[in-house]
């Protein structure tokens, strides 16, 4: 296991990079690039850190990144009811960062790696069944200008978008948090859909 961070300067490097990452990932005009390494930072840092802190720098993390909408949304609701809609899923990663957070310093590699796009997509497949705004909020939406990935959708709907997301994000970080030989590093390469992309 990596050393923990001796300072305050790499969790406030951590928190900005993933709140900035989020914030320009998604809205009306989202980079979608930046929503696949978003939450990097985050799982990177949890494991090094404790159950508190590793929660609070994924809830702030997402709360912020999710204030970008608030150019849109500002006309149709209020302040308090927007900032409150943000705790819920800001909430949801704070505790799947957990969950992968646990699993790392555990040393179970690949459920680490599984267990956050699959917690993820548990938590907005139950949002879209039971929210009159269906999947409105979907990670999947992100990626509507990255044609690749997309065709995936013909098979599994926007749920495998949102789970490749979110797999290339824990895997990045599991590779980076735990004792893996290098050697075995290359096999996480067929995870990550613009690998050979042109950007």
């Not at 928190?15 to 900035?20: E, I, P, R, W």
């Not at 995936?152 to 709907?157: D, K, L, P, R, Y």
């Not at 997301?165 to 030989?181: D, K, Q, R, W, Y």
């Amino acid at each position: 296991m990596a050393s923990k961070p001796s300072n305050l300067l790499v969790i406030a490097a951590c928190l900005v990079a993933s709140s900035v990452m989020l914030f320009g990932g998604a809205g009306l005009h989202p980079f979608w690039i930046l929503t696949w390494f978003a939450a990097i930072p985050i799982l990177w840092l949890a494991p090094r850190v404790s159950r508190k802190t590793a929660f609070a720098i994924a809830f702030f993390s997402f709360a912020i990144g999710g204030l970008n909408e608030w150019p849109m949304v500002k006309v149709v609701i209020p302040v308090g009811v927007y900032l409150l809609s943000l705790v819920a899923p800001a909430c949801v990663f704070g505790l799947v960062t957990l969950l992968f957070r646990s699993r790392i310093r555990r040393g179970a590699l690949w459920q680490a790696i599984l267990i956050v796009p699959v917690a993820w997509v548990t938590y907005e497949f139950l949002v879209a069944a039971s929210s009159p705004h269906s999947t409105a909020e979907n990670f999947a939406y992100s990626q509507m200008n990255f044609l690749p990935i997309l065709q995936i959708a013909s098979i599994t709907g926007i749920w495998g978008i949102s789970f490749w997301v979110g797999l290339v994000a824990s895997t990045s970080a599991a590779l980076l948090s735990a004792e893996v030989p290098a050697r075995k590093t290359p096999l996480a390469l067929p995870i990550f859909p613009f690998h050979d992309c042109v950007l």
